[in-house]
């Protein structure tokens, strides 16, 4: 094999590719800025505005993204006095290292056994539940409780975050997610468990291959995880935890500079996770495509998703925490009992 | 005790109905947004004529009686000593445009102008000296084409802009 033909296989090598190139940490960084770009241009939109333009008129103002970055990036990154400096540093990058961990464990299309660029990995990517390969950056059979659990891990991290910036706003802040995650991972968990029955499996490429998208199959469960999701990466109408207006930027009062880049991407790529997630389980996926092109539809579908749900923002005001619990705990939790029975029942009746 | 009351009893579906509702038009503004922000810099609002501008001074006609500034509640207005002559000088990063050293001069040396534009590269320029100050700059800057509007109201969409000629 020549050199190129190696390089190929290396960089197209799905561990590789998947985790770093595209949707890993290339793609998301641009994601990233597009989505906040994004944010702010449906914000102003929607209530009368026009938002960031001056900066570049002809794209719409997205320069100010890339401007905004680069200021923060060169800021200067300011430890308080009374703080652990190692942890203090070390808090934003283990938090967003938990919420982007799990996209090596998301199956994001399938390799058929030829006739595609990946079909080189089908072997090594060997999926015997739907007898082809699955492009992911590690394959692993339970691979959709994988991802939940990596990804509620995030929670913990933000209140390791606050706890080492001993500040009170950042305290509040990561009380408030405390509540918060605990009410909505429940949901997330139980509307995932409904797919789970439902489609008798643990494998998102299962669920996919079975050619039923599981928001036709179970509604209740695809409304839970999309609000769980808008819970658990603190959008509107549940930014409780932040609540610019009450707590500064809670958790992440203390951090300036790059630092605060990072924290404040952390829960965006949490959404962006969970965003695959949904387009997987609830959209279809990759299908019927395969391969690359498969690649770009699920990646496209969990970009629309994470759209939506930062859309969010133009529309709601932000609950008081105790709203946001009443809500879930009274409302939300009998429905995702009810997801449960309905995906029990669906499971039993219509598919095999 | 009495009990407290914490909620209102609230129907859920209609309750999840005044969620879709509520997303329904936020997406019917996202698709035909109504803006109302006005692009100042390239278009600015007509204001009416009896609006307070900046302010200027007839150098020739003060007196230097420091009525002005004592009367300036903002302490923007100072004394100044030049050749012997006493005359104000204003800072307009203080002036909260309200008018009282032009109603308090006694020989009318001060004059609201119709330029509103107080807008300026550095904090030195908010200082205006009696030399800068006594200028007349009631024409506002002509070297880019400024695009006058006035706002009328609209039954639909509460307020818009028409050109202003
Ligand atoms: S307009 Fe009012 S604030 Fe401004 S200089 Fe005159 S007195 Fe002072
Ligand atoms: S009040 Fe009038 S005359 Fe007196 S100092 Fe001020 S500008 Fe001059």
Redesign the interface.
């Known amino acids: 094999m020549d050199i190129l033909g190696l390089l190929r296989f290396y960089i197209l090598y799905p561990s590789f590719f998947v985790t770093v190139i595209f949707p890993g940490l290339v793609f998301t960084l641009l994601l990233l800025l597009v989505t906040i770009w994004f944010e702010r241009k449906a914000a102003a939109r929607v209530q009368m505005r026009i938002g960031p333009y001056y900066a570049s008129k002809r794209l719409g103002g997205i320069l100010q993204l890339v401007a905004d970055a680069v200021k923060f990036v060169f800021s200067e990154i300011i430890i308080p006095n009374e703080v652990n400096p190692t942890l203090y540093a070390l808090a934003p990058v283990l938090m967003v290292i938990a919420s982007f961990l799990p996209i090596a464990v998301i199956p994001l299309s399938v390799i058929p056994p030829s006739g595609s660029v990946f079909s080189i990995y089908f072997k090594d990517f060997y999926d015997p539940d739907i007898n082809a390969g699955v492009i992911a950056g590690l394959f692993v059979n339970y691979n959709l409780l994988l991802v939940l659990a990596i990804e509620s891990v995030y929670p913990i991290f933000v209140v390791l975050l606050a706890w080492s910036t001993n500040n009170r706003f950042a305290v509040v802040g990561a009380v408030r997610e405390t509540y918060l995650s605990v009410s909505y991972d429940v949901i997330l968990l139980m509307s995932t468990l409904a797919m789970a029955l439902e489609y008798h499996t643990l494998d998102i490429a299962k669920i996919v291959s079975y050619g039923i998208p599981g928001i036709v199959a179970n509604p209740l469960a695809a409304f839970l995880f999309f609000v769980a999701m808008l819970m658990g990466s603190s959008r509107f109408p549940f930014d409780i935890s932040e609540a610019e207006t009450e707590l500064v930027i809670g958790p992440y009062t203390e951090y300036s500079g790059f630092l605060f880049v990072l924290t404040m991407a952390g829960s965006y790529v949490g959404n962006f996770i969970y965003a695959l997630v949904f387009a997987d389980v609830f959209l279809w996926g990759w299908y019927p495509l395969s391969g690359f092109p498969g690649l770009v539809l699920t990646v496209l579908k969990a970009v629309i998703v994470l759209f939506f749900a930062t859309f969010m923002r133009s529309v709601y005001a932000r609950y008081r925490v105790d709203q946001a619990l009443r809500g879930s705990w009274k409302y939300l939790l009998p429905l995702a009992f009810a997801s449960l029975i309905l995906g029990m029942v669906v499971g039993y009746v219509w598919i095999r | 005790m009495d009990k407290v009351k914490e ?1 209102k009893k609230a129907n ?1 579906f209609k ?1 999840f109905g005044d969620h879709v509702q ?2 329904g ?2 997406i019917k ?2 698709v035909r ?5 006005l ?1 100042y810099p390239e278009e600015a609002l007509s204001l009416p004529s009896g609006y307070r501008g900046l302010i200027r001074l007839y150098k020739d006609v003060c007196i230097g009686c420091t009525l002005c500034a004592m009367v300036c509640p903002a302490d923007a207005m100072k004394m100044v000593t030049q050749e012997g002559k006493k005359l104000p000088t204003i800072n307009y990063g203080r002036c909260v445009f309200c008018g009282f050293c032009v109603d308090i001069c006694p020989v009318d040396a001060l004059k609201e102008t119709g330029v509103h534009d107080a807008a300026f590269t550095n904090r030195r320029d908010l200082v205006f000296y009696p030399d800068k100050f006594n200028k007349s700059y009631d024409e506002p800057p002509t070297e880019r084409v400024v695009k006058k509007v006035k706002a009328v109201v609209d039954e639909k969409r509460g307020i818009k802009y028409v050109p202003d000629e």
Do not use: S, V
Request: proline share 13%; hydrophobic share 35%.
């Open positions: 909620y859920p309750l509520a997303i038009t936020g503004y996202f947004p109504q803006r109302i922000t692009k």
